[in-house]
């Protein structure tokens, strides 16, 4: 599949929808974070300069009534090309809500939830999608490397609001990791930090990084520990009991853990009962707070394992 943006729009789509792709700016395409195609909708581009409705011709607009909506048959058909015609083969990841597409891009699922035993089944009559563009900066985690790691690797745990780049430092710190001697195993549940299609990882996470695609964290943080040998675990989006569990046991094994979590600020992390343990006992040594100005991805503040600030954006 072609990586370029506007080609995989085009080439996914049929109908009325491929034409707005074909007559859109393939700049705004090519520099967009996320595309929303809801059934019946306006169909909307976020882009570095925010939110754009794009309407019939392929323009730019802010009014959502100059946008065009999407139909049932262009998610259908987007769905059907995504997934080779075998959506099936999908199954597992549809049931956590996303696919993944050749570059790492993946599509979130809305629509009827199926619940069996009390657990998600699948999603059908899927009536929107929201495609995150993958994008890989070589360089996002310059400015954390020196004070993670140094004559070993701290704990971090990278916490920002959704979409404001941690997951993407915490890809370029894996590189630069592997990149400088360490063994790392990455815990991939949703396949973004590595982007894998397939199993194999879309992006560079360096020369001696082991990707552990689509499994669950704590139990893929367990099977790392025991087949990989690593010298540093990376996951993303932690949360749960389980998720604690686990990291509380690789810092007892001398595994370094590098994670992400939703959140604005420290008062953030000190209201999650969950988290208690882990900043309690100082499991981790490095707090790192990411904003969106002036870019997203930016340093707020780095705070080490006494909840004392050690470094800023400044």
Request: proline content about 4%.
């Amino acid at each position: 599949m072609n990586n370029n943006i506007k080609s995989i729009l085009v080439e996914n789509t049929a109908d009325e929808l491929r034409d707005v792709f074909l007559r859109c700016d393939a700049d705004l395409l090519e520099g967009a974070r996320e595309i929303r195609i809801r059934q019946g909708l306006p169909l909307t581009v976020t882009a570095h300069g925010g939110e754009f409705f794009i309407g019939q011709a392929g323009g730019r607009h802010r009014r959502a009534d100059a946008a065009f909506r999407p139909k049932a048959m262009h998610i259908d058909t987007m769905l059907s090309k995504f997934s080779n015609h075998s959506l099936y083969a999908y199954d597992t990841e549809i049931k956590n809500g996303y696919i993944t597409i050749p570059g790492g891009h993946r599509i979130g699922l809305a629509g009827r939830v199926t619940v069996e035993d009390g657990r998600i089944k699948t999603i059908k009559h899927i009536n929107g999608l929201s495609i995150r563009m993958a994008r890989q900066v070589l360089g996002a985690a310059d400015g954390i490397i020196p004070t993670i790691a140094g004559s070993y690797v701290r704990n971090t745990i990278i916490v920002s609001p959704p979409g404001w780049g941690k997951t993407t430092m915490l890809r370029d710190a894996v590189r630069q990791l592997s990149q400088a001697g360490y063994n790392v195993a990455v815990v991939d549940e949703r396949s973004e930090i590595g982007g894998c299609h397939m199993g194999v990882a879309q992006n560079d996470l360096g020369p001696r990084t082991d990707v552990l695609d689509a499994a669950p964290k704590a139990d893929g943080m367990m099977l790392a520990l025991r087949a990989l040998s690593p010298q540093v675990i990376a996951v993303d989006e932690i949360g749960s009991t389980e998720d604690v569990a686990a990291i509380e046991n690789m810092a007892g094994c001398g595994v370094a853990v590098l994670c992400t979590l939703h959140g604005r600020n420290m008062e953030d992390l000190q209201r999650r009962p969950v988290l208690a343990p882990l900043i309690d006992n100082k499991i981790f040594e490095r707090f790192i707070f990411l904003t969106d100005k002036p870019t997203v991805g930016s340093i707020c503040a780095i705070y080490n394992e006494n909840l004392e600030v050690i470094g800023n954006g400044a």
